[in-house]
């Protein structure tokens, strides 16, 4: 459990005190023809709380599917713990501590709450440590452990993002990538969730968020990007997104002035993000 | 723990007991609800007439010599409808009415409509000639309409027994529930009595019962009128004596926990193992034929299941690991296969079939597991297709025999004590079991196993299951590979029993079948499956194996049909769901009840939350 890193703002410059624990070099994916994400350079260091922003279809959930495996980069590196990692199966990857939670929980509805549980360590052999593992998921979430038996799509809201949390957490994993916490949840909800974030990462663990609820997600996290069309738009702290005046206006909605100060590219790239989440 | 009473458990409020209210007018009705139940049960009427069943089956006595099995599948939809016209559905809070005068008028509406349409097709029989689209369109039709008389006689003879028999439909419903039991029992023993009585001759005669049988049953087919009666009276006391037993046992079955449970489920299974065993001892050529045909489908069942049930890949090739399966054992075993006659004892050459079948499922499975849904059963159906056609090929011919496919297959030896062919059907019957025993207890052991999990995480959500670290490619490739094997026992058993096999035997009819026994029985759950294939295979028949009721076999597919249609709408977890598929479709009731109790504080609300931060954001 190591104390935040001092954040290092820009890209991979390599000379970090520590290895980034996950990292994007340079990566470029597409779908099909579509280039979905344009030279991306992410750095996750242990013990960071981080959040990548962005609007719909800007290359968020792209960018988890690079970093868990799921699709392959057509250029640059995707780097775990030090190790080129492009050519490795999502399996592996799990097995080595990188685990999702899954946009809209997506719990294995059919299944009961401790079976879903058990599948989160599904690449696990140290059964007495899953065991372990189940009692501290338990201890977080005392609900949980009473809906054990019952099939996790009865389940509210509130509790499937608990058992989706808590699935994840059976991997024992050393980066959490959670893909928009906040999404089809009750504000009271969302607020609680990103509580619940917080407590997971003071436990210890480093957690990468992917969100478009800016302000929430910033007011908990030490560093974020801001992804625009496939392309990192803006990488700063927390403090410094939070008070930049282009998020001010598109997420805060206080500031009506116009932001003469970063060229326009960047205010279309907010606007767009606005034009988005109106809808 | 897997009962549904743990699931339930506190999240059900106990229902309190159904308020009562007088009973309703008897001339005042939902009149629109007995004209559609009315119109539909007419409709049901023609088309059974038309079907041709009542002609085809009147030659076939059911009570001798009042009732012939043709009137009966005419009879019976009046009295079913005038019943249903009686039902309430209760509501917790809303007083069910007592039955009364109104549940007989009402089901003496709805029978009078039933009746009536067999009253216009008789009219429409005398008038019109509609042969051409419709075969069964003929003066036989008529004439048993009419019970040999004109065509006025059928027309208002048919609406005072639909009439009659709606009211006595309705009339079930005054019973207190102890006579009700009663009357119901008595009517199925007759009719089970009737209808089964190859079976029930069958047994008999397997234990020694000759002269039961010939006193129940009169020389030409059909119960006598008075043993009916007897048979009716001993039910209807054994019903009124054993009332509730059954339930009341199951229920407290369903009631136990940890070891006691196991421990009666453990008996449970002894017992059904050792009547299996024993059974087959007292029961003749007929049924025993019957027993292994079902067990045949119960083996290709269970290996469906893992791919279709377990791991949610919709299969509809499926025959074509039986034919795989029965082809590699007639060409290693028999002495006359065109190309290769290794002529390997029937054990050896199962082991063989085996790999050889799990490389036909890998190869098959390899492009096909790649696609999702809808396009996945299509490549399968088409690959079970491709499979039947390459055994009738002309260019595969020389090794398979084309059309005229291989023929005397030697019996199944089996360690040089037996030998296992069809002329024994209970010796093929003993061999089918064994399979069966070793299939159900893989399939129970998987289903709890860690492939098992991932299996069901494929089925619930691919992609989910990916960033689990499954691989979901290999995972899939091996329920194929399972159920293949699973299907491969079945086709070598089943090479030995019939003695040859050719491609007809294989035809995608086959596929449906096995894919209609694990939905008709509950998919994904053993026990399901296995009634699932006894109902259909042993009761109605398989694809062309003669089931308990030999004279439906004409009309299989149209009472295949129907059950579907019923279940769907009546039981559409299955015969016998799994505990999970229950869950599943109880959902929505367990989670209003969870509300009900205010154990749910939070819902989800989606979208509209959604929406609403979004607005409260600006």
């Known amino acids: ?279 | 723990m897997t009962g549904s009473a743990s699931v339930a458990g506190s999240a059900v409020p106990t229902r309190p007991e159904a308020l009562s209210a007088p009973p309703r007018p008897a001339f005042s009705h939902d009149w629109r609800r007995i004209a559609r139940i009315g119109a539909i049960a007419a409709l049901g009427q023609m088309f059974i007439a038309l079907s041709n069943m009542p002609v085809r089956l009147d030659e076939r006595l059911v009570v001798k010599p009042v009732l012939s099995l043709g009137y009966l599948v005419l009879l019976f939809l009046p009295v079913a409808v005038g019943y249903r016209h009686g039902h309430q559905t209760v509501r917790e809070g809303v007083p069910v009415s007592r039955p009364g005068l109104h549940e007989v008028v009402g089901g003496f509406s709805c029978g009078l409509l039933a009746g009536g349409g067999l009253s216009v097709l008789a009219v429409l029989l005398a008038h019109f000639d509609l042969r051409e689209p419709l075969v069964n369109w003929s003066p036989i039709l008529l004439d048993l309409l009419a019970f040999g008389n004109n065509t006025w006689f059928a027309a208002v003879i048919w609406l005072v027994i639909g009439a009659g028999l709606g009211a006595a439909g309705g009339a079930v419903r005054l019973l207190g529930p102890v006579s009700r039991r009663a009357v119901v029992t008595m009517a199925l023993a007759v009719a089970g009595a009737a209808v089964l009585e190859s079976l029930v001759v069958d047994l008999a005669e397997g234990m020694g019962l000759e002269a039961l049988a010939d006193r129940l049953y009169a020389r030409r087919g059909g119960v006598n009128w008075n043993s009916a009666l007897g048979l009716a009276g001993v039910c209807g006391v054994l019903a009124v004596i054993g009332r509730g037993r059954l339930r009341h046992a199951r229920l407290r079955h369903a009631e136990l926990q940890g070891t006691k449970r196991t421990r009666a489920n453990a008996a449970l299974i002894a017992l059904t193992a050792a009547a299996l065993i024993v059974l087959p001892l007292f029961a003749g050529k007929l049924t025993n034929e019957l027993l292994a045909n079902v067990g045949l489908f119960v083996l290709l069942a269970l290996g469906l299941n893992v791919v279709v049930g377990l791991a949610g890949i919709l299969d509809l090739g499926y025959v074509a690991f039986f034919a795989v399966g029965s082809y590699c054992a007639a060409v290693l075993t028999a002495a006359t296969s065109p190309r290769i006659t290794p002529e390997m004892p029937w054990l050896v050459a199962l082991v063989v079939v085996v790999v050889i079948t799990g490389l036909v499922g890998l190869f098959i499975g390899a492009p096909v597991i790649r696609m999702r849904g809808d396009y996945l059963a299509i490549v399968t159906l088409g690959f079970g297709e491709i499979i039947r056609l390459l055994f009738l090929s002309d260019w595969l011919s020389g090794w398979f025999g084309g059309a005229q496919g291989i023929t005397k297959i030697p019996a199944a030896g089996i360690f040089g004590l037996t030998e296992v062919s069809g002329t024994d059907p209970r010796r093929v019957f003993y061999l089918v079991l064994v399979f069966c025993a070793l299939a159900v207890y893989v399939s129970w052991r998987l289903e709890r196993s860690r492939l098992g999990r991932a299996w069901m995480a494929v089925r619930e959500d691919e992609t989910v299951a990916e960033a689990m670290g499954i691989n979901t490619v290999n995972v899939k490739l091996m329920a194929f590979v399972v159920g293949a094997v699973l299907g491969s026992f079945s086709g070598a058993i089943f090479a030995a029993k019939v003695g040859s096999v050719f491609p007809a035997s294989f035809l995608i009819l086959v596929s449906i079948v096995i894919l209609v026994v694990v939905i008709f029985g509950g998919m994904g759950n053993i026990v399901g499956v296995i009634a699932g294939a006894a109902v259909l295979i042993g009761v109605l028949g398989g694809p062309k194996q003669p089931g308990l009721l030999v004279e439906f076999s004409e009309f299989k597919l149209l009472i295949y049909g129907a059950l579907l249609i019923w279940m769907m709408l009546a039981r559409p977890a299955g015969l016998i769901p799994s505990v999970r598929r229950t869950r599943e479709l109880h959902q929505h009731e367990m989670a209003q009840d969870a509300w009900l109790q205010g154990q749910v504080d939070d819902e989800d609300e989606g979208k509209e939350a959604r929406s609403s931060t979004a607005a409260a954001r600006r």
């Open chain 1, 1 to 279: 459990m190591s104390p935040s890193h001092p954040a290092p703002t820009t890209g991979p410059d390599g000379d970090g005190a520590a290895c980034p624990l996950l990292e994007m070099r340079s990566v470029n994916a597409h779908y099909g023809a579509v280039h979905a994400l344009i030279d991306v350079n992410l750095a996750i260091y242990e013990g960071e709380l981080v959040c990548l922003l962005g609007g719909n279809a800007s290359g968020k959930s792209t960018t988890l599917k690079t970093l868990l495996g799921m699709l392959k980069p057509t250029s640059g590196e995707v780097v775990l713990d030090g190790e080129v990692v492009n050519d490795k199966p999502t399996g592996y990857r799990v097995a080595r501590g990188v685990t999702m939670v899954p946009e809209n929980r997506r719990l294995f509805k059919r299944l009961t709450v401790r079976e879903n549980l058990d599948l989160g360590a599904y690449l696990r052999s140290d059964s007495q440590q899953v065991a372990a593992d189940m009692e501290r998921v338990f201890e977080l979430f005392p609900r949980v452990k009473e809906r054990l038996n019952q099939k996790s799509g009865t389940l509210s809201g509130g509790e499937q993002q608990m058992v989706a949390i808590g699935r994840a957490l059976m991997a024992r994993p050393r980066v959490l990538l959670m893909d928009e916490p906040s999404m089809g949840l009750a504000p009271a909800l969302v607020q609680q969730n990103f509580e619940l974030i917080q407590q997971i990462h003071q436990a210890g663990l480093t957690v990468f968020m992917v969100e478009q609820n800016a302000n929430m997600a910033l007011s908990i996290a030490d560093r974020g990007w801001v992804l625009q069309t496939g392309r990192v738009v803006l990488d700063d702290t927390a403090e410094n997104l939070l008070a930049h005046p282009d998020l001010q206006a598109s997420y805060l909605g206080t500031a009506e002035q116009p932001n003469p100060i970063e060229g326009p590219s960047l205010s279309e790239a907010l606007d767009a993000i606005r034009r988005e989440e109106r809808y």
